[in-house]
T-cell receptor, first 111, second 112 residues
Framework: EADIYQTPRYLVIGTGKKITLECSQT?????MYWYQQDPGMELHLIHY???????EKGDLSSESTVSRIRTEHFPLTLESARPSHTSQYLC??????????FGPGTRLTVL | GENVEQHPSTLSVQEGDSAVIKCTYS??????FPWYKQELGKRPQLIID?????GEKKDQRIAVTLNKTAKHFSLHITETQPEDSAVYFC???????????FGQGTELSVKP
């Protein structure tokens, strides 16, 4: 079944650690996105990609980086986690028509 | 610049009543307007969308209207049920960048 997968679903980590949040999609979509969202609050776009080797920064300033080496894979890396990074991270993808679908999210807690 | 304003931020209705959420957008070139429902602890789910070549679209109890001249669109939920309680987000496709610009969200509470 076509879907968007994120791992891990929950992560508790100490300050200063490097972490990578994984996102894969079997939707056949070219465009992928990363959002940061506190529970029930606004969706903040932090990175997006329109295809392989294409990445752009979003509206929210973030100390994170992304890569897009394969169409279906769009990992997000935090080089040095801080308590202010505690949040939910949502991956999404969209097709040519603009319809965007979200993954289940990763809940990150930085102690 | 690209911007979507959503109102109200919270909405409380009695079961069976109607609920209306409104959004305005700034980019006159936007041509795609989806609505998402996010239940507590879940991912946002696309519930209905509309493109700029139509003024209204309906799917059972939910409908969306679009006024391109005024640059606003609205979500209408009729005969609300407790399971409609969630946070709803509107969005507009920003044509230049091909990315969705989201509204701030509306927390809908349907009281039995």
């Amino acid at each position: 079944e076509a879907d968007i997968y994120q791992t891990p679903r929950y992560l508790v980590i100490g300050t200063g650690k490097k972490i990578t949040l994984e996102c894969s999609q079997t939707m056949g979509h070219d465009k992928m996105y990363w959002y940061q969202q506190d529970p029930g609050m606004e969706l903040h776009l932090i990175h997006y990609s329109y295809g392989v080797n294409s990445t752009e920064k979003g509206d929210l300033s973030s100390e994170s980086t992304v890569s897009r080496i394969r169409t279906e894979h769009f990992p997000l890396t935090l080089e040095s986690a801080r308590p202010s990074h505690t949040s939910q991270y949502l991956c999404a993808s969209s097709g040519q028509g603009g319809e965007q679908f979200f993954g289940p999210g990763t809940r990150l807690t930085v102690l | 610049g690209e911007n979507v304003e959503q109102h109200p931020s919270t909405l409380s209705v009695q079961e069976g009543d109607s609920a209306v959420i409104k959004c305005t957008y700034s980019d006159s070139a936007s041509n795609y307007f989806p609505w998402y429902k996010q239940e507590l602890g879940k991912r946002p789910q696309l519930i209905i969308d509309i493109r700029s070549n139509v003024g209204e679209k309906k799917d059972q109890r939910i409908a969306v209207t679009l006024n391109k001249t005024a640059k606003h669109f609205s979500l209408h939920i009729t005969e609300t049920q407790p399971e409609d309680s969630a946070v709803y987000f509107c969005a507009a496709l920003y044509n230049q960048g091909g990315k969705l610009i989201f509204g701030q969200g509306t927390e809908l509470s349907v009281k039995p």
